[in-house]
């Protein structure tokens, strides 16, 4: 999936609302990766990655019908899903930056780049600002190493970014007006 | 099974294969200290605590997880070793919220015998601290994960003991915490309020909910009339708050303390424990000889209530409808009691102690209000009535024995055993058989019923009318039993089931340790005063059946299904996610 098409799969996304029943097909599509893993607790892990690849993210509710399809307590599967980095709970934003912080890009100063991301945009590393405009991502080498530090917009590459820099590239993903 | 030489500190030792070096240096008389370690539950070798020198090993190796080999060398005791386990102890130290003093745990805590005996004096890393929120909303058990050291022993017992697992670890490194999925509160999930995560809990990170600060009040307060009921198991246990050998029979010493607490009445569960099996033991003749879902379940325990409410609402017809002793006794206190003394029920102030943390969430069912009151105020731990005598500095040891007061203070030897898993069993066929037959039971003692296997069967001769019982303790093992009811199984008639190991006398509300040996002790001390009691079946005592004859009409009648009976409510072990307020 590209990143043009993930975009306009989201918007036609039925909205998981907390606190209210799953959306009709957010549960058939639970139930049909579910069942196509015969409802085997072991194979929890490829379940929940699968799901999140068609859902875009597992929040509380999605969690707790995967719990009672597998019969596994409900804190087993939050606790795999809080251990492991890959997955999210929370949506992801219109914009994805995932912002390097491999080695090379390490000693070149990705470290003052994330947290100038983290303070233009009020959130930490792993979460999505409450407009829903952008999440961050720490990822760990994107294989341009000789470009660092490098970090990746949607499907844009930032090359030896500066700190100072960050807010006019922010600037250019903000919707205008 | 193959035998395996090896030497600890210079020391040989000849173990069977498989066996730790932990258990081998047992053998030896070395100890070697543990945190997260609890025998046959969690053995994880997560906390690095027990570490020794193996000869030849790269690095130090944990004793409770690390099996012997032949020829092994290990030491225990060298200045490697030692470093060790104080490094991992004052880290564990740097991130715990430290208020010994204040702590309800405070002389008895594992976290801070240890650092004790290794000599810490200072703490070298001040570090950063995870700081979360307490966690008070269940009615039963307290949650301070600042007091949390991880070792998860809670999360064990919680899974593998009781089959439950409300709680777990979530999050990663030092972002972990032990508690329920999604950072909701206890009180929100299918926590049974059992509180065996309290009996092993090394620290004060869990606890149970304080019920103490409004027994003072009510005492304090000259217009209540406070009325306590003491249940059976709290009289082998309350000693070991004082010190006294765990299964210590200190009836008459815990009905003065209580009364130099300014108690105006203090009364016996095990009356109650005697009318619950007048009601029991009828309805079990009736579903058995007029028809009526079969097995009947016992239902005395609240943990287990919750259990079947949550995990198998299916089989709720099963229970008995009998409320618990302790419930049945509220509603007699403000109804019977009241008016035979005179009271007005609104100024009576009833006090349960219990072995048991279950039983302030049971107090609280919108249910238990049948005498138009709340009728049991408050229920305190065996543990927290400790406290309450200490506060009041009263010396244990001094106290008179005294009686407990009429009429509900009378008793029999088959309420006393409630305390121990079998006994609501053994205490119900003794007066079955005798209604069932109009024979005088041969022998009262039931020993099939006895003991701390998890499950126990046998099979009684009424009169010619086979009556197969089934027996079980600890969660895990009523799954097993009900897994069978559900499957058409088993085949039996009567189920007892308690939620904690070996029933009430290992009740989440017991002094700590509660472990194997003290809870075969317990229940040692609670057989020994059934055999000490003058009359030893329910349907006997005198102050029950003058409660009949004045008060209640007959068994099941009508007074008794409005006053001592109840209904359950299912409630499915997946809960609706509630949109959760802001932080």
């Known amino acids: 999936m ?25 549960a058939e599509t639970i139930d049909r990766i579910v069942d196509r893993y015969d409802a085997e607790p072991g194979s929890l892990i490829n379940i929940l990655h699968e799901i999140q690849e068609d859902v875009g993210y597992l929040p509380e509710e999605v969690l707790s019908r995967v719990a009672e399809r597998l019969g596994v307590p409900v804190v087993d599967v939050h606790g795999v899903v809080s251990f492991y980095a890959l997955f999210s709970m929370k949506p992801k934003g219109r914009n994805r930056i995932a912002t390097c912080n491999g080695t090379a890009c390490y000693v070149r100063g990705a470290q003052r780049v994330l947290e100038r991301l983290e303070s233009e945009l009020g959130v930490k590393a792993g979460d999505t600002t409450d407009d829903g405009e952008f999440s961050l991502d720490v990822v760990r080498c994107l294989g341009a190493c000789g470009l660092g530090p490098v970090v990746m917009i949607n499907d844009d590459v930032h090359a030896r970014l500066k700190p100072d820099r960050v807010p006019a590239v922010l600037a250019r993903y903000r919707r205008s007006g | 099974m193959a035998l395996v030489k090896l030497t600890i500190d210079g020391l040989p030792v000849e173990v069977e294969a498989g066996t730790t070096i932990l258990r081998a240096a047992e053998k030896l008389g070395i100890h070697i200290p543990t945190l997260c370690y609890l025998e046959d539950i969690h053995e994880f070798g997560a906390c690095r605590v027990c570490v020794v020198e193996v000869e030849g090993a790269r690095t130090l190796q944990a004793a409770c997880v690390t099996p012997v080999r032949e020829g092994m060398v290990v030491r225990t005791n060298t200045p490697a070793v030692r470093r060790a386990r104080m490094t991992t102890v004052e880290l564990i130290l740097s991130d715990h919220h430290t208020e010994c003093p204040t702590c309800v745990r405070n002389l008895n805590c594992e976290l801070q015998s240890l650092a004790e005996s290794m000599g810490i004096r200072e703490n070298r890393f001040a570090g950063a601290r995870t700081v979360n929120p307490v966690d008070s909303s269940s009615a039963a058990i307290v949650r301070d994960p600042n007091k949390c050291i991880l070792c998860r022993r ?105 009364r130099r607490l300014g108690a105006d009445t203090v009364f016996d569960t095990d009356f109650a424990a005697d009318l619950t099996i007048m ?74 102690v219990m072995p048991c943390t279950a039983k302030k969430f049971e107090c609280k069912r919108p249910e238990m209000r049948d005498s138009g009151l709340v009728d049991v105020d408050a229920a305190l731990t065996t543990r927290e ?10 010396v244990f040891d001094e106290l008179p024995e005294e009686p407990y007061d009429d009429p509900l203070g009378e008793s029999t030897g088959a309420a006393v055993i ?28 039931f020993e099939a019923v006895r003991g701390l296997e998890g499950v126990k069967e046998a099979s009684v001769d009424l009169d010619g009318t086979e009556v197969r019982v089934a027996v079980a303790h600890g969660l895990a093992n009523a799954k097993k039993v009900l897994d069978k009811v559900r499957a058409g199984e088993g085949d039996w008639h009567f189920i007892e089931i308690m939620a904690c190991p070996g029933g009430c006398i290992g009740g989440g509300g017991q002094p700590i340790p509660t472990n194997l040996e003290v809870r075969q002790k317990r229940i040692e001390g609670i057989y020994t005063a059934d055999e000490r009691m003058t009359i030893r079946k329910s349907h006997e005592n005198p102050s029950i059946i003058a409660l009949y004859k004045e008060f209640l ?23 609706p996610r509630r949109e959760k307020a802001a932080d």
Request: aromatic content about 6%; proline content about 8%; glycine content about 10%.
């Open chain 1, 2 to 26: 590209t990143g043009a098409d993930a975009l306009c799969s989201e918007a036609a996304r039925p909205k998981i609302v907390p606190g209210e029943p799953l959306p009709e097909d957010v």
């Open chain 2, 154 to 258: 809670c999360v064990s017992i919680c899974e593998k003991v009781q089959g439950v697992k409300a709680i777990g670890p979530v999050g990663r490194g030092f972002e972990t915490v032990i508690g329920p999925a999604f950072g909701d509160q206890l009180g929100d999930t299918v926590c049974v309020n059992c509180g065996q995560c309290i009996l092993v809990c090394p620290t004060g990170a869990l606890y149970e909910r304080d019920s103490t600060e409004e027994v003072w009040a009510a005492l304090a307060d000259p217009d209540r009339h406070v009325v306590f009921q003491t249940a059976p198991a709290t009289r082998v246990a309350l000693g070991e708050t004082y010190g006294l050998p765990p299964g210590s029979i200190v009836t008459g010493k815990m009905v003065a303390a209580i």
């Open chain 2, 279 to 352: 009601e029991e033991g009828h309805e079990l003749i009736q579903r058995l000889t007029k028809g009526g879902t079969l097995p009947m379940i016992t239902s005395c325990s609240p943990g287990w209530i919750k259990f079947i409410e949550h995990f198998y609402p299916d089989l709720l017809p099963n229970l008995s409808t009998c409320k618990s002793p302790q419930q049945m006794f509220g509603a007699v206190i403000k109804t019977y009691y009241a008016e035979k003394v005179g009271l007005d029920p609104a100024k009576i102030y009833h006090v349960s």
């Open chain 2, 385 to 394: 009535l400790g406290r309450m005598l200490k506060e009041a500095g009263i």
């Open chain 2, 418 to 445: 409630f305390g121990a898993t079998g006994g609501v069993m053994e205490a119900a066929l003794r007066t079955a058989y005798e209604v069932v037959t109009k024979k005088t039971l041969p022998r009262v003692e």
């Open chain 2, 553 to 575: 009409g007959e068994p099941l009648g009508h007074k008794s299904h409005e006053l001592l009976h109840t209904t359950y409510t299912p409630r499915g072990s997946y809960l």
